[in-house]
């Protein structure tokens, strides 16, 4: 995700909250990674080491 489309889109998924109130830590991340499978078509726990571990939901980058 570019600079450019994350400011687009930044207000609108901050202002989302989950039910349980829990927030991600990275959103801009965890979007990355909703992303990165779409594209692949890939299982979650393959997501690729530079979006780091997928259990966490925290990336290493």
Do not use: C, Q, Y
Request: charged share 30%; proline share 3%; net charge negative.
């Amino acid at each position: 995700m570019t600079d450019d489309e994350w400011a687009f889109s930044e207000h609108v998924i901050l202002a989302a909250h989950a039910r349980n109130e829990r927030k991600p830590s990275n959103h801009r991340s965890v979007l990355e990674r909703i992303f990165w499978i779409a594209r692949t078509g890939s299982p979650w726990r393959d997501l690729l080491e530079e979006f780091g571990k997928w259990s966490s939901g925290v990336s290493t980058s």
